[in-house]
């Protein structure tokens, strides 16, 4: 017999995901920065769609993402040269699967060392918060709460217009 205050506070995370983005729209500088998502698994890189929530936090946060060209409706691969080429005309790299210190994401990726977002330390990952299991908690309560992630990516991607000190579900790997 809950029902009305569950509605109440997903109304309440919908209200201040809008409110950032209208925010962010009007104040985000230009150009936007670029985004690299993801890391190889099993040697082939996954890029999410165009459409694709990812890309719409993105997007809400006032970035760009990298790989505009996938206008398919689902995740595509690509192999470890394009993703180079990816991450070289990248301003960040988020979603970097788990890698700790930035020396790991040099060692898994060798070829990406040289890449901008790696020399210069814009390399980011959703497992700042971690569940029992050990698991990212980004992918258990994240999908609940967009606002946190978007208030993140605004942080990342936009200091000066952030409106907390601190990053909920993502961390900067050094």
């Given at each position: ?164 000190d601190e990053l909920y579900y ?5």
């Amino acid at each position: 017999n809950v029902r009305d205050k569950g509605a109440e506070t997903f109304r309440g995370i919908a209200a201040r995901y809008n409110a950032l983005k209208t925010r962010i729209a009007g104040a985000a500088r230009s150009p936007r920065p670029k985004v690299m998502l993801n890391t190889p698994y099993r040697d082939t890189w996954f890029m999410p769609a165009r459409n694709s929530y990812m890309v719409r936090l993105l997007e809400d946060a006032g970035a760009r993402y990298i790989f505009e060209e996938n206008t398919a409706t689902q995740t595509l691969p690509i192999d470890i040269e394009q993703a180079y080429y990816l991450t070289s005309k990248s301003d960040f790299w988020l979603n970097v699967s788990g890698c700790n210190p930035l020396d790991e994401v040099r060692r898994q990726n060798p070829r990406l060392a040289d890449t901008p977002p790696v020399r210069e330390g814009r390399v980011y990952d959703n497992n700042r918060r971690r569940n029992a299991g050990g698991g990212s908690d980004f992918w258990e309560s994240g999908v609940l709460r967009p606002d946190r992630v978007l208030a993140d990516l605004v942080h990342i991607f936009h200091p000066e217009l952030s409106e907390t000190d601190e990053l909920y579900y993502y961390r900067q790997l050094e």
